[in-house]
């Protein structure tokens, strides 16, 4: 895999996995993180349904299935953001599902870089944990009761 991709793939890792532990070192910024990491996941998911849209619509004879399921990343994440009363840690884990679900589109898709897949597997694996970490300290939090924070 190029070097430069891996190594910005690594470097996209850091606002998904920098919010979780920030909150172990200053729990008091847990809300305000965990939207952090809600907003740039949702930010990655559009990314990577773009990246989809962008690869379908460089054929010659781009397929109406694959444009219209490249365009439900960022309805998705879209809906996760704007989803009135939804909990913070149901949006986070939400979004982990997502991303996953993306991936597994990605892996079993004909025409990627044989690379990709790998790629894809590291990055989501590192982008779901801290996810799911930061959901997990949302629903610890002391004086969380399901209400959404910020």
């Known amino acids: 895999m190029p070097r430069i991709v891996l190594a910005y793939g690594l470097l996209g890792l850091i606002p998904f996995l ?21 907003a740039y996941g949702a930010l990655i998911l559009s990314f990577l349904g773009g990246a989809r849209w962008g690869l379908a ?3 010659p004879a ?4 694959t444009v219209s399921f490249a365009m439900l990343p960022t309805l998705a994440a879209l809906a996760l953001l ?15 599902a997502l991303l ?16 990709y897949p790998r790629l894809r597997a590291m990055l989501t694996l590192g982008a779901a944990t801290g996810l799911v970490a930061m959901a997990w300290l949302v629903l610890h939090a002391p004086g969380w009761h399901g209400e959404m924070m910020i």
């Open 18 to 38: 920098a919010p979780p532990l920030l909150t172990v070192a200053v729990p008091a910024h847990g809300g305000a993180l965990a939207l952090v990491a809600l």
């Open 57 to 59: 619509v460089a054929t």
């Open 62 to 65: 781009p397929g109406l299935l």
């Open 82 to 96: 704007l989803y009135p009363g939804l909990p913070r840690p149901l949006q986070l884990l939400a979004l982990a």
């Open 100 to 115: 996953t679900l993306h991936y597994v589109w990605d892996a079993l898709s004909p025409g990627l870089p044989h690379w």
